[in-house]
C-alpha cells in the first residue's frame, strides 16, 4: 500500500512497484490509511510524512496503537530534513529521502517483504 | 641696661649716652627699615632712618636724611593709597598700608609700611615713625596665587562646561537610541531610564525612577531569568551580552527581549551601578521564523515534483538500456544529472536556514574518509569531463562524522574550483594526516581571491565584488560548508592569490578509536 498526497509520487511509485510485480494499492488521503489497511492487509506501507490533515507519523502512531498492525512493515519517504527522526520516534521501520533512487527503494520493499514472508 | 624699668626705658645723665647708643644700635639691628619725620618742619622731612631703610632702598643715609618720604615712589604717583597716607598724618592717625617704592637703582619693591604719630604732651603731632618690610616677595607671592586661583576659576568653569556639554550630549545620545536603557543602583533601584524604556514598556517615568526593579508596574520585572542574570549571573560574568528573556509584559504582552547588561567596576561615585540595554526583539524573531518555515515549506514543495522526475528518469534510463542511440543515452544522462543539481541547490537552501537556526541535524558514524574522498570526485568528475581532477596522498583513517554532509562539503569545494577556473583544467586534491586530524586540500589555479575579501567568503550570501556578474550563484556554499566542518569540530580554511589560484583546506579530528593517529 502507498500513500502520499502527491500524485505524481503516487503513480510513480505504482508504476515501478506494479513492474516488479507487486499488487498496490494507492491512497492520497491519509484519514483513510487506517481503515484500509485494516480491511485489505497489505504487506508493506509507503507512508509520505508531511500530508494535509493528518500526517504520516500521526497516521503511524495509530497503526503502532493498533496489535492488529503493530509489527506491519512501514517504510517512510519525506523530503523533509527532520523526516527520519520524526519517522523513527512514530514506529517506522525504515526511511527513505526524497528525492530517492528506484533501485534502493525497490531493494528496501524487496528485504522487507520477503524478511515478513520468511 | 639698667635704665629699663618696669617696662619703660628710663634716661638718667650717668647713663644717657650709652644707653642711647645701644637703642641706636639696636633699631640699627632691626631687619625693618625704620624711619621718622619731622611734622613741624615744612615737607615733613625724614630726620632719621636706620640702617635697614638704607639696605631696603639702596640708597645712602646722606641722601635720606631731609628728604620727604615721596621719593620712594619716584614716578609712580598716582597710587590710590597715598590720600590714605595723608589723611592719617592730617588727622594724626595710625596707619599700614602696602605701597610701591623703588630702589635707588629703580627696581621696585613692595613696601608694608605702618606709620605711627608721635604726639606731644599737648596732644599734637610731631612726629611720625615709619616702619619699613620689603614684602616683594611675599606680595608677589601673593599675586602669584591670586594670578592662579583665577586660572583655576577659570578653568574649573571650562571643565564644569565641558562636563555639562558631554553630559547633554550623552543624555541626547542615550534618548536617542532605539534601545531601552535602565541604570539600576547596586541593590536595583531604577536610578534612570530613557525615553525608549517608557515607549516600549508604556509606563511613566514618575511611576519609574526611584522604584526597585522588582516592584516596578506590579512585578512585572520579577523575572526569574532577569533575576538570575543580575544576581548569579553577572557578579562573575561582566559584561553579560545577549542575555534572552521571554515574558508576559501587563501593557505589551508576550515579548522576547535580549538583555545587555553592564556593571561598572571603575573605582568611584558610579562603581556598582548596572545598566542594562533591552531590545524587544520579539517581531524580529518572529520573521526569521517565518523565513525559515517558508525556506524549509518552499523546498519541501519543490522537492516533491522533483522526485517524480528524478524517478521517471530512472524508469526512461532502464526502459532505454538496451537501446544504442546514444544521442538518447546522453541525452538521459545529462538530465539526470541536472535534476541532481537541483536537487542539491534546493538542499542548501534548506541547509542555509537550519544552520541559522542551530538545527543542523548531523547523522555521525565512522567512515572511511579516503574511501568517501575518491568517491566523491569520482561522481562530481562524472559532471565535469573536461577538468582533470588529481588526488595525492592519504589518511588511511576514519572519520566519526556525517559521511553525506562531508561529502556534499568536498563536493561543493570541487565545484567552487571548477566554477572558478574557467581557463585551467587541473584541480588537485590532496590528503594528509595532521596530528590527530585528516586534512583535505583542493587546490585549483583559477581567479583567485583578493586578501581582504578571503575572510567574508565563509559569510552567508556574501559573493567576491565583480564576481557576481562573470559567476552566477546564491553565496552559501562555503557558508554551509565552514558550519559542517564546525559542527564536525574541525576547520575550514583559505589560501589565495588573485590570478593565481585558491587552495581551500579542511581538518577533522580523527576517529580516536581507531588509533590511526600512525596511519601513514
Known sequence: MICDDDEGILDLLELVLRDEGYETIPEINSLNVAQIVDREHPDLLLLDLWMPVLSGDQVLRTLRDNPATRELPVIVISASNDGRSIAMNAGATDFVSKPFDLDKLVNQVKNLINGTLD | MDSLNKGEFKFSNDTYKQDFELLTKALDASLSGIIITDNQQPDNPIIYCNRAFEQITGYKRSEIIGHNCRFLQQEDRDQPVRSKM????????DLVVDIRNYRKDGTLFWNELYMSPIRDSKGRVNYFIG???????RKKAEDELKANQVKMERRIEERTNNLRENEEYLSSIVQTVRESLVVLSRDLNVLSVNDHFIRTFKVSREETEGKKLYDLGNGQWNIPELKKLLEQILPTNNPVTDFEVTHDFPHIGRKLMLLNAHRIELEGQYKDRILIAIEDITDRRAIEQRKDDFLSIASHELKTPLTTIKGYVQIINRLTAHYSDEKLKSAVGKTSMYVERLNNLIGE??????????KIELHKEPFDFDQMVREAVEGFSQGSRSYQITISGQTNSNVNGDESHITQVVTNLLSNAVKYSPDHKTIHVHLSVVSDYV????TDQGVGIPRDEQNKIFDRFY?????QQRFPGMG????????????HYGTLWVESEPQKGSTFSFTLPMNKSEGGTDAR
Open chain 2, 463 to 467: 559573493r567576491v565584488g565583480d564576481i
Open chain 2, 439 to 442: 586534512k583535505l586540500a583542493v
Open chain 2, 131 to 137: 616702619v619699613q618690610n620689603d614684602i616683594t616677595r
Open chain 2, 349 to 358: 537552501l534548506l541547509d542555509v536556514s537550519r544552520i541559522q537556526a542551530g
Open chain 2, 476 to 487: 552559501i556554499g562555503l557558508y554551509i560548508c565552514a558550519e559542517i566542518i564546525r559542527n
Open chain 2, 86 to 93: 595723608r589723611e592719617a598724618i592730617e588727622n594724626g592717625s
